[in-house]
Structure formats: structure tokens, C-alpha cells
């Protein structure tokens, strides 16, 4: 009788997207495999080769053709589409499919808004790589005060609840920067603080998205991004065929 009562919503049996793309990157056909099994025949288990490739698989998002959505990845289905692409290593295959989405690269600006202490702890680094790759740095007020004490200029930007200029939703509309990061951490701010914060970071994440600036809400994602850019300019991304990195041909 105290046993909770379990109630199905939804049940489907459903082949994703993701599994015939990582049966073409590893050449094993896991369809076939999984078919056979489900019809009960003995199935032998395939051998994994070492890759000396990489497949990244990236979302193409729809925020653009919806306004006022507030473009953060939670839960349900956000993505209309993906872009697959191989490269020598995980940087350039991941920035081949960041293009391949319509993202431009970014040339030298951007804009860094980190919440909480381990947002900015996380992406130290990244800042340090993009100071070092000649990129100007803005920040809002902590993020700032925080890359400044470890020796990476920055310069102050606004948030919008501040009423001052520049503020960052004017710097992101008039295209001065041409990367946004914006991580939210709301675990150690107050009520107010927290709508505050929600509203500022929503302006900064809809407008990013309005321009057609990159924006990267996730802090390893955004690490390896810019990774990728600093390992990567366009005239050094490899354009082979499938073939030449799978040689499914032989």
C-alpha cells in the first residue's frame, strides 16, 4: 500500500538520430545488430577499432525563429536538426560543425558574463587562451573584478538593472563583440539578486541570438570552442571526403 503508484506517459521504441551516426563514424552497423537481436538470433560482438578520427555531432537550434524564447537548453527537445562532422582531432571536428550551423567565427571581441564562483573558476583558462589569441575582453562587474585579478585585461560592461553605459545588451545589438559566454549560476544568489540575474541573463542570451553571435551557455562547451579556435583558423580545416577518414572503401 505505501509502494508509489507508476504511471507511463509515453513509451515508443524509436531509432534517434545518434545511432546510425555513430554506427557510420565507428563502421559497425549497430542497426543490423540490434534487429537481429530483438529477433532473438545470436549476434556476435563487434570489434571496436582505435579511430584515428574524430565525429562530433552538433545541434542546429531554432531560437532565432522564435521570439522572446529565452534560448537556454533544458529538458524537452530544443533542436530542429544536427550537423555531423569528422576532423584529425576533436577541435577541428567540432568547429567544422559549429560553422556548419551558420555560426560565424568570431574575429576579436567578446563578451564574458559567468555566474557563481565555479563559472568563473571554469573558465579561467579559456579567458587566459582568448587574452593570448589578441581577443578583446568585456565582462559585467564580478566576471571583471575577477579576470582582472588574475592579470587578464578586461573591460567593465553593464549589466541592464544597473542603468548605466555601456551596457551589455547595446554592446552585443550594435555587433561590438562577436562571441558571448554566459554561464548562470543562481546557487548563491539572493531572491532579488536571482530576478535580477535571470533578467539580465535572458537580455544577454536574446539578443546574442538576435545578432547571429555565438553563444555558449555551458562552460565546457564554451572551453572547447575556444580550444578549437585557438588550434584552428579556416585555411587549416581539412576538407576530406568520408572515405579518406574511414576508408569503408578498402
Not at 577499432?49 to 529538458?75: A, E, I, W
Not at 565555479?118 to 564580478?142: D, P, V, Y
Request: aromatic content about 8%; some cysteine; hydrophobic content about 40%.
Amino acid at each position: 500500500e505505501d509502494l508509489p503508484e507508476v504511471m507511463v506517459i509515453e513509451a515508443n521504441l524509436r531509432a534517434s538520430r545518434s545511432f546510425p551516426f555513430v554506427s557510420k563514424v565507428l563502421g559497425i552497423n549497430f542497426i543490423d545488430l540490434a534487429t537481429k537481436i530483438m529477433l532473438g538470433m545470436k549476434v556476435k560482438p563487434p570489434k571496436i577499432k582505435p579511430l584515428d578520427y574524430f565525429g562530433v555531432k552538433v545541434p542546429h537550434f531554432s531560437f532565432t525563429r522564435l521570439r522572446q524564447v529565452d534560448p537556454v537548453l533544458r529538458v524537452e527537445m530544443a533542436s530542429t536538426g544536427e550537423v555531423a562532422c569528422l576532423g584529425d582531432d576533436i577541435y577541428e571536428a567540432y568547429l567544422k560543425a559549429i560553422l556548419s550551423t551558420g555560426l560565424p567565427i568570431p574575429k576579436k571581441t567578446v563578451l564574458l558574463s559567468l555566474g557563481g564562483d565555479e563559472g568563473k573558476e571554469r573558465l579561467l583558462e579559456a579567458a587566459k587562451l582568448l587574452h593570448k589569441m589578441g581577443f578583446s575582453i568585456h565582462a559585467t562587474n564580478h566576471t571583471c573584478a575577477f579576470l582582472q585579478k588574475h592579470g587578464i585585461p578586461t573591460k567593465l560592461v553593464y549589466k541592464v538593472h544597473e542603468n548605466k553605459k555601456p551596457n551589455v545588451v547595446d554592446l552585443i545589438k550594435q555587433k561590438k563583440v562577436n562571441l558571448v559566454v554566459n554561464l548562470s549560476d543562481r546557487s548563491d544568489l539572493g531572491l532579488i539578486e536571482l530576478s535580477k540575474q535571470a533578467t539580465d541573463g535572458y537580455l544577454i542570451r536574446r539578443a546574442a541570438v538576435d545578432a547571429n553571435i555565438p553563444l555558449f551557455t555551458k562552460a565546457s562547451i564554451a572551453g572547447l570552442f575556444i580550444s578549437a579556435l585557438a588550434k584552428y583558423t579556416m585555411d587549416k580545416l581539412k576538407i576530406k571526403s568520408w572515405n579518406e577518414y574511414t576508408n569503408y572503401h578498402e
